[in-house]
């Protein structure tokens, strides 16, 4: 029985050991992309990998719908700063009055998701866009992740 234990211990030490040079290797290895920001009023496309959504997206696998709103923009860009700043998993990096970029760590690995949104006063829509800095598939991480805000932002007064 004891040499069980052993066993026991020393797998769950090792795992322990293990994982914390990886998940800093994760957060290290994922530099912020060169694409970020609006150019001429549109989010870069996002890859052919199925670990990005865009409100700008023209593929099913990679649309989403913008977030409709009622009232001025300053008003909307107020909500959703308040969601990102009450999720511990986001931190706004860069804004501007029309524009805001957060950057999403997943729990266990912290894998780095770029989440962008543009306000569009003339439309009174927010258009936003979720991808992946790392790996192939986020098993729709992103989407759910801007259903959630989206949800949020309609429930909130």
Same mark, same amino acid.
């Given at each position: 029985m004891s040499r069980l234990l052993k066993i026991l211990a020393f797998l769950t030490i090792g795992s322990v050991v293990a994982f914390f040079p990886l998940r800093w290797l994760i957060e290290r290895s /994922?530099?912020?992309p060169d694409n970020l920001g609006m150019v001429d009023g549109r989010f870069a496309p996002c890859p052919d990998s199925p670990n990005c959504v865009s409100t700008q997206a023209t593929t099913e696998l990679h649309g989403i719908e913008p977030i409709a709103y009622?009232?001025?923009t300053s008003t909307a860009y107020a909500k959703i700063l308040a969601i990102l700043e009450a999720?511990?998993?986001i931190t706004v990096i860069s804004?501007? /009055?029309t524009y805001i970029h957060a950057e999403a760590r997943s729990g266990l690995w912290k894998f780095i998701d770029d989440?962008?949104?543009q306000f569009n006063d003339?439309?009174?829509i927010i258009q936003f866009r979720s991808a992946s800095r790392l790996g192939y598939s986020d098993l729709d991480a992103n989407r759910q992740r801007m259903e959630n805000i989206r949800n949020a932002f309609m429930?909130?007064?």
């Open positions: /994922s530099p912020p009622d009232g001025d999720d511990d998993s804004q501007t /009055s989440v962008e949104f003339a439309e009174s429930a909130s007064p």
